[in-house]
């Protein structure tokens, strides 16, 4: 029986490839986030949608949890274990840790029932100006498909997901110009 997740726990990618000469690599990093009032072993719990870090790659070094548990919920949201699926910046992965002493059954009460795919999610990305950002890269995730990445201008509406589907930027949004002219300095000072 798989065990129970924790902010803290290891996440895993043995191929996370952003098309880079020294891709794919092997990455390895903590959950960041987890449950506010769901302890496990005095950790938060890790539940489908929460995210973490990983080691260096050539992406943004971030994953988040997809798979969990069919019966057991927290905060509305499926338990994510040890061995469970993530989407890492650049790649599938799984937990990779878990709780030693707090396990979490694969059986759901009822019999599982089919995941509707008819969620869609309004994107918009601007600056702190209200400016519009040109060019990003997002991939949706969940454990029932597999999503392609969307490169994107400003906005976007990604349609056919689930309830457990989350979004990743896989392009971080890194660069920055200053246009405001030697005026607009001024009235800030």
Same mark, same amino acid.
């Given at each position: 029986?798989?065990?129970?997740?924790?902010?803290?726990?290891?996440?895993?990618?043995?191929?996370?490839?952003?098309?880079?000469?020294a891709c794919p690599h092997d990455v390895k990093g903590p959950a960041t986030d987890g449950s506010e009032n769901v302890l496990i072993n005095a950790e938060r719990a890790l539940r489908v949608g929460d995210p973490g870090?990983?080691?260096?790659?050539?992406?943004?070094?971030?994953?988040? +949890?997809? $798979? /969990? @548990?069919?019966?057991?919920?927290?905060?509305?949201?499926?338990?994510?274990?040890?061995? &469970? *699926?993530?989407?890492?910046?650049?790649?599938?992965?799984?937990?990779?840790?878990?709780?030693?002493?707090?396990?979490?059954?694969?059986? +759901?009460? $009822? /019999? @599982?029932?089919?995941?509707?795919?008819?969620?869609?999610?309004?994107?918009?990305?601007? &600056? *702190?100006?209200?400016?519009?950002?040109?060019?990003?890269?997002?991939?949706?995730?969940?454990?029932?498909?597999?999503?392609?990445?969307?490169?994107?201008?400003?906005?976007?509406?990604?349609?056919?997901?689930?309830?457990?589907?989350?979004?990743?930027?896989?392009?971080?949004?890194?660069?920055?110009?200053?246009?405001?002219?030697?005026?607009?300095?001024?009235?800030?000072?």
């Open positions: 029986m798989p065990e129970a997740g924790r902010k803290g726990d290891l996440g895993h990618c043995p191929a996370d490839s952003h098309g880079c000469p870090v990983h080691s260096s790659c050539c992406g943004p070094n971030q994953w988040q +949890a997809t $798979g /969990g @548990a069919p019966g057991v919920f927290i905060n509305g949201k499926k338990a994510h274990r040890k061995g &469970d *699926a993530q989407a890492h910046c650049g790649g599938d992965g799984q937990l990779s840790t878990g709780s030693g002493n707090v396990i979490i059954g694969d059986k +759901a009460g $009822g /019999g @599982a029932t089919a995941m509707p795919h008819d969620k869609s999610i309004d994107i918009e990305y601007t &600056d *702190a100006l209200g400016r519009p950002i040109q060019e990003i890269t997002v991939r949706a995730v969940c454990q029932h498909k597999k999503y392609p990445e969307v490169t994107f201008n400003h906005t976007v509406t990604l349609s056919g997901l689930c309830e457990d589907a989350a979004v990743l930027v896989l392009k971080g949004l890194e660069h920055f110009e200053d246009d405001r002219t030697d005026d607009d300095d001024d009235a800030v000072a």
